[in-house]
């Protein structure tokens, strides 16, 4: 786990500049179970749209019930779509290491075991390899973490949509206990990070 809070977590020394204008850029990302990353990132202000999907494997294997033997390659993954002009790669991947999941847990996320649900990001291009790449680095050298960051680092080949019951999931199921104990803590922390950010902007 972090040693320090999400308003303490350091920013990204290598990161993608704000776009000129409005527009759309995505990330990929993998923190165990989509359902709670996907709720973070709902909730993140410059996001555009968020969804769960599976990464790491072939098209014929990208259904939940496959993905969840743990033996196709895929990992339970998010699509997020951002505007860069609000919001940079690097602050993507802040919330993700920060809040969205702890990325020193290898092949697991708590209770949920397997490599469906490893610590993995998957870049869409160079430049977001490097970002992605630099800031693990950073993180590990800071010791920001009780242990040494897991997260996989894979150029993306593919992102397949998940069955559609499992969009927006958390938002439709507040009452699933899962969502309560696992989703619901890190939106609440998530908007406390946001509200300070606010804070500091206004000062």
């Known amino acids: 786990m972090a040693r320090v809070t ?18 759309k850029s995505r990330a990929v990302l993998a923190g165990g179970c989509f359902w709670c990353v996907e709720a973070v990132y709902k909730n993140l202000e410059g996001v555009v749209s968020v969804k769960s999907g599976y990464a790491g494997g072939s098209a014929d294997t990208a259904d939940y019930e496959t993905v969840s033997t743990g033996t196709t390659g895929h990992a339970e993954s998010v699509e997020v779509v951002y505007d860069p002009s609000r919001i940079s790669y690097g602050q993507i991947l802040k919330v993700f290491f920060s809040i969205a999941h702890d990325p020193t847990q290898r092949d697991r996320q708590g209770g ?91 000062r």
């Open 112 to 202: 949920d075991v397997g490599r469906q649900y490893r610590s993995a990001i998957f870049p869409v291009d160079e430049e977001q390899k490097r970002v992605a790449a630099a800031y693990v680095e950073q993180l590990n050298q800071a010791h920001v973490f009780d242990g040494a960051i897991v997260t996989e680092l894979t150029p993306l080949q593919a992102f397949f949509e998940a069955e559609t019951y499992h969009q927006d999931y958390a938002a439709r199921n507040p009452l699933n206990p899962y969502i309560v104990f696992n989703a619901q803590p890190k939106v609440r922390k998530l908007r406390s990070y946001q509200a300070s950010l606010e804070k500091v902007r206004n």
């Open 6 to 23: 999400p308003e303490e977590f350091p920013d990204p020394v290598v990161d993608t500049a704000l776009a000129d204008k409005p527009g």
